[in-house]
């Protein structure tokens, strides 16, 4: 039980100290692990489900002085607009 508090507490709410870091990295051109370390805390990554024919995999993402940010859930609209814009087509997630 301590852990889990500890852990808790661990992703307080510190939007100053969150603000420098985003601050500190408003001008990059490349996106580099040491940068990734800086913002993220840790990833939970959850099993892979078939939900009504379509595949879904929850991840969380908890940056550090802020915790998880809680990414609002897409219409079934706005995930094919998604797809359409910036997804790959089942042909080429085969060949992948």
């Given at each position: 039980m301590k852990k889990v508090v500890?852990?808790?507490k661990s992703h307080e709410l510190n939007a100053d100290g969150f603000l420098q870091i985003v601050r500190k990295y408003s001008n990059i051109e490349e996106l580099t692990?040491?940068?990734?370390?800086?913002f993220i805390d840790k990833i939970v990554v959850?099993?892979?489900?078939?939900?009504?024919?379509?595949?879904?995999?929850?991840?969380?993402?908890?940056?550090?002085?802020?915790?998880?940010?809680q990414?609002?859930?897409?219409s079934r609209s706005q995930k094919d607009s998604y797809k359409k814009s910036f997804g790959r087509t089942k042909?080429?997630?085969?060949?992948?």
């Open positions: 500890a852990e808790e692990s040491e940068i990734l370390h800086e959850h099993h892979r489900e078939e939900i009504f024919g379509e595949k879904v995999q929850k991840i969380e993402i908890y940056y550090k002085m802020i915790g998880r940010v990414i609002p859930k897409l042909k080429e997630q085969v060949a992948c």
